[in-house]
């Protein structure tokens, strides 16, 4: 398991100084990039035991906020003068085995402006014998507790939301990120192109129902959604990869081509979802939240017949 947060910490702060040397203004990084490791357990062998190994390691390597590593990865926004996203796995040192799927957010003058740990955590945290690989992520880490919120970005003239990975499959996520005057949301993610819960689901479907994701909220909101991917085999697994820059129209702008590291960049007009917000999804005009209640009372489904 490759768990070396000065390693992960050191190739971040240097693609990030990279993506600022050609001119990127905001910069999002995969989620998870410290300390590198996958976010599930990929041992088809793996039993409970090593995976509390392995949860003890996690702990062990993960990053405390504050703790060098942001002072590392805000002074790498400094140089690159950028406004930065990227995904750590947080520990609580008070607290032995507590941790967050964490993404912190930094300003160009190198200051943490927020973080966001991560709310839809997917996987199981029990040990599945049938599964080609255990995803842990229930497991290892603590529900969110900050919400979905919303910070400035370029003074006071645009505000950046974040979530991570299965986050974006939940139209919720956005939404209420919106109802904050959200107008651009950046998020890290690492999808496996295997659905280890239905492996007859083939990889392009993968792909498409992460860009769907994705498409839909830009356009229903209105706003701009960078998604950063870790890509190529992974302990043995492929990951799909696919990082894109959605515009607000739901278009995708730029998106990745490889399994490899790669930089993709788009120069976004902020203005662009201003006219899908006045219009088509101007919320105070036309929102009917009388009749959407059970949005936040209910969470399963209950058969609730109208006839
Ligand atoms: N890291 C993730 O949250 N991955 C999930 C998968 C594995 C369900 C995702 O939504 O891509």
């Not at 990030?16 to 910069?27: L, M, T």
């Not at 702990?59 to 805000?74: D, H, M, R, W, Y």
């Not at 839809?120 to 080609?132: A, I, K, T």
Request: neutral net charge.
């Amino acid at each position: 398991m490759f768990l070396d947060r000065e390693a992960s910490t050191a190739k971040a702060c240097r693609l990030i100084r990279e993506a600022g040397k050609n001119g990127a203004r905001v910069i999002g990084l995969p989620e998870g990039f410290i300390p590198a490791h996958p976010v599930w357990f990929h041992h088809h062998a793996a039993t409970s035991a090593v995976a509390n190994k392995f949860s003890v390691e996690l702990f062990k390597n993960s990053v405390e906020i504050p703790g060098p590593e942001i002072t590392a990865l805000g002074e790498a926004a400094r140089d690159a003068n950028a406004y930065v996203v990227i995904g750590v796995c947080e520990k609580m040192p008070n607290t032995i085995g507590t941790m967050f799927n964490t993404q912190v957010y930094f300003g160009p003058d190198g200051r943490m402006i927020g973080k966001y740990r991560k709310v839809h955590l997917p996987g199981h945290d029990d040990h599945r014998p049938n599964v080609p690989y255990q995803h842990l992520e229930k497991k290892y880490f603590e529900v969110g507790n900050l919400g979905f919120n919303v910070w400035k970005m370029f003074k006071d003239e645009v505000r950046i939301g974040q979530c991570i990975c299965n986050d974006r499959r939940w139209p919720e996520t956005f939404r209420v990120m919106s109802l904050k005057a959200a107008e651009m949301v950046v998020l890290g993610y690492n999808t496996p192109s295997d659905n280890v819960y239905a492996p007859h689901e083939p990889p392009y479907l993968r792909v498409f129902h992460h860009m769907l994701s994705l498409q839909a909220a830009a356009y229903q909101n209105g706003i701009w959604v960078i998604a950063t991917a870790k890509a190529g085999k992974e302990d043995g697994f492929w990951l799909h990869g696919g990082s894109v820059i959605v515009a607000p129209t739901g278009e995708i702008v730029a998106k990745g081509t490889t399994e490899e590291d790669e930089v993709i960049s788009y120069d976004c007009d902020l203005g662009l979802g201003e006219y899908i917000r006045n219009t088509t999804f101007n919320f105070a005009k036309h929102r009917r939240p009388e009749h959407y209640k059970l949005i936040s009372e209910r969470t399963g489904v209950e058969i609730d017949l109208a006839n």
